[in-house]
């Protein structure tokens, strides 16, 4: 059960960052973003 459990979570979270990046690239924020990581 607790592997089972483990594995939702982290489908979860991955499908959320799948989204989120998505919604960032529709934006355009990941460039500017990425700009302001590198400096």
């Known amino acids: ?6 594995s939702q979570v982290l489908f979860s979270f991955q499908r959320i960052s799948v989204n989120f ?12 973003m990425t700009h302001r990581i590198k400096f």
């Open 21 to 32: 990046s998505a919604i960032y690239d529709k934006m355009g924020v990941s460039q500017k």
């Open 1 to 6: 059960m607790e592997l089972d459990l483990n």
